[in-house]
């Protein structure tokens, strides 16, 4: 009984994901398409797109993110169960220290869709779809590793089904396997301030 209730907070919980408030946008927003970007339309609309950091460059008067892009899960985070259809610059106003946007970070962003630009990915000439960034959050990298409870008893007991003794033989019953996350290191806040919101969703935040 508890395990079916536990399922159903599970589910409910899952349907409860929202974005996160860096990443919202006034509802009814119509978001622009990274596939149609990289053509050339989609100029002026909002997009909100995610990805790997692969280059932070500090210019002028304004600090270009490289992304890698990736489809973002329903709680912003960018996904990295899918194949990457293409990269795609990220330019922020002012000076942001690279320090604060690591490459292999995860970083989701909302802004407006310009006009792309040509770059290269080595000696490859590539176009960039181009984002002007009004705000965007970050996430560390994680990585899931398997281990395994050792039986104090190995290998001096045996079983008639088969040569338990075996040290490659692995059997999920007898040797249960829990999991261990390990995240990145923290890096500094970014010290941005991006263009002013809309109206809408300061509102919303404000409330």
Do not use: H
Request: proline fraction near 10%; aromatic fraction near 16%; include cysteine.
């Amino acid at each position: 009984m508890w395990r079916k209730v536990s399922l159903a907070l599970v589910i409910v919980l899952g349907g409860c994901a929202s974005m996160p408030d860096e990443l919202a946008v006034p509802e009814g927003t119509q978001l622009a398409a990274y596939n149609l970007a990289r053509e050339g339309q989609e100029v002026g609309k909002t997009a909100r797109w995610g990805g790997l950091v692969t280059e932070v460059t500090n210019l002028k008067d304004k600090t270009r993110v490289e992304v890698v892009f990736t489809a973002l899960t329903n709680s912003g985070k960018p996904s990295l169960e899918n194949p990457s259809p293409g990269r795609f610059y990220a330019y922020l106003d002012g000076f942001v220290d690279p320090v604060s946007i690591p490459q292999g970070y995860r970083i989701a962003l909302v802004g407006k869709v310009q006009p792309s630009e040509k770059g290269q990915v080595g000696e490859y000439q590539y176009n960039y779809p181009v984002m002007a960034v009004q705000n965007f959050k970050l996430w560390a990298p994680q990585q899931d590793t398997d281990r395994y409870y050792a039986d104090p008893w190995w290998p001096y007991w045996r079983y008639p089904y088969g040569y338990w003794g075996d040290p490659f033989f692995y059997n999920s019953y007898y040797y249960p396997r829990y999991r261990v996350r390990s995240t990145g290191p923290k890096v500094p806040k970014p010290d941005y301030q991006g263009p002013v919101r809309a109206p809408e969703t300061q509102k919303r935040k404000q409330n």
